[in-house]
């Protein structure tokens, strides 16, 4: 700013003051710069503590995985809730017919029939997070923390929580390796159960799933449920194994039919070995 710029008060004592200007100049900058680091504090502040409201999400979705029993009934009975939503449109609706509370069917009732459309895409194109079972664990997580029932004014919301809660399992190691961990005491002698679950978490973290380099085709590749059938139900490590290694190696799904192939030897032999032994030839080693 020019002298001839200033007021005449400011002008009168600039003359008096050679430095008044520049000390008036200095102050207002000071003062600038303490409000724009208070804000930038504030929203700091802002952000810090809904990273921790969603980091707290994520400690909850792990304790609540952690007590669910996923038994042989409950895996049968979701087929029939499959058809009864389908056929009703609505959890609600349908806890109404059965006389059961909506949290209880919620807890039992885990499949993406009943997320947002959207979100059920990104979860079965690999895009919310790489793992299908933690990417189905946030999707139905985020639909019940909104209690969404096909309302379209909660959809975006839903969306956002999935994504955010996302992010943090995807940034966070130690997260994703407590929610894969088993809940064993080491200390106490290790049931044959557990020994299985030891060994499945073992070829979780051998073979991560990564993002797919090719685009999801629901008519060719393998589905969510056939993939939890095979890894998570079966308790097939062999099937498994293959399972993982294919699709970590090859960067792509196994097909349906092959998925069709490993379940129905596992329900008629109890394993899938002569399918793993005939296919062996896919690894290099």
């Given at each position: 700013?020019?002298?001839?710029?200033?007021?005449?008060?400011?002008?009168?004592n600039?003359?008096?003051?050679?430095?008044?200007?520049?000390?008036?100049?200095?102050?207002?900058?000071?003062?600038?710069?303490?409000?724009?680091?208070?804000?930038k504090?504030?929203?700091?502040?802002?952000s810090?503590?809904?990273?921790?409201?969603?980091?707290?999400?994520?400690?909850?979705?792990?304790?609540?995985?952690?007590?669910?029993?996923i038994?042989?009934?409950?895996?049968?009975?979701?087929?029939?809730?499959?058809?009864?939503?389908?056929?009703?449109?609505?959890?609600?609706?349908?806890?109404?017919?059965?006389?059961?509370?909506v949290?209880?069917?919620q807890?039992?009732?885990?499949?993406?029939?009943?997320?947002?459309?959207?979100?059920?895409?990104?979860?079965?194109?690999?895009?919310l997070?790489?793992?299908?079972i933690?990417?189905?664990?946030i999707?139905?997580?985020?639909?019940?923390?909104?209690?969404?029932?096909?309302?379209e004014?909660?959809?975006?919301?839903?969306i956002?929580?999935?994504?955010?809660?996302?992010?943090?399992f995807?940034?966070?190691?130690?997260?994703?390796?407590?929610?894969?961990?088993?809940?064993?005491d080491?200390?106490?002698?290790?049931?044959?159960?557990?020994?299985?679950?030891?060994?499945?978490?073992?070829?979780?973290?051998?073979?991560?799933?990564?993002?797919?380099?090719?685009?999801?085709?629901?008519?060719?590749?393998?589905?969510?449920?056939?993939?939890?059938?095979?890894?998570?139900?079966?308790?097939?490590?062999?099937a498994?194994?293959?399972?993982?290694r294919?699709?970590?190696?090859?960067?792509?799904r196994?097909?349906?039919?092959?998925?069709?192939?490993?379940?129905?030897?596992?329900k008629?032999?109890?394993?899938?070995?002569?399918?793993?032994?005939?296919?062996?030839?896919?690894?290099?080693?």
């Open positions: 700013m020019r002298e001839d710029q200033l007021c005449p008060n400011c002008r009168q600039h003359k008096k003051n050679s430095d008044y200007f520049k000390n008036k100049l200095k102050e207002q900058m000071e003062r600038s710069e303490k409000i724009i680091k208070k804000a504090e504030k929203n700091d502040n802002v810090k503590n809904k990273k921790s409201e969603i980091f707290e999400e994520c400690e909850s979705l792990i304790k609540k995985y952690k007590k669910r029993n038994s042989k009934h409950k895996s049968d009975l979701m087929e029939d809730m499959i058809d009864a939503y389908v056929e009703i449109g609505s959890l609600k609706k349908l806890c109404e017919a059965i006389n059961r509370n949290s209880e069917i807890n039992d009732f885990r499949n993406l029939i009943r997320v947002p459309k959207k979100l059920k895409e990104l979860v079965n194109e690999n895009k997070i790489s793992d299908p933690l990417a189905v664990e999707a139905m997580y985020a639909t019940d923390y909104y209690c969404w029932d096909q309302e004014s909660k959809t975006k919301e839903v956002e929580l999935a994504k955010k809660m996302a992010k943090i995807n940034d966070n190691l130690e997260l994703r390796r407590e929610f894969f961990a088993t809940k064993d080491y200390n106490k002698p290790v049931s044959a159960s557990a020994k299985k679950n030891q060994e499945l978490n073992s070829v979780l973290e051998d073979w991560p799933v990564k993002k797919s380099k090719f685009e999801f085709n629901r008519f060719y590749d393998r589905t969510g449920r056939q993939y939890k059938f095979i890894v998570i139900f079966s308790k097939d490590l062999d498994a194994r293959f399972l993982r294919w699709e970590y190696e090859k960067g792509r196994i097909s349906k039919v092959w998925a069709s192939e490993i379940i129905s030897q596992i008629e032999k109890g394993n899938a070995k002569e399918f793993v032994k005939e296919h062996s030839n896919e690894f290099n080693d």
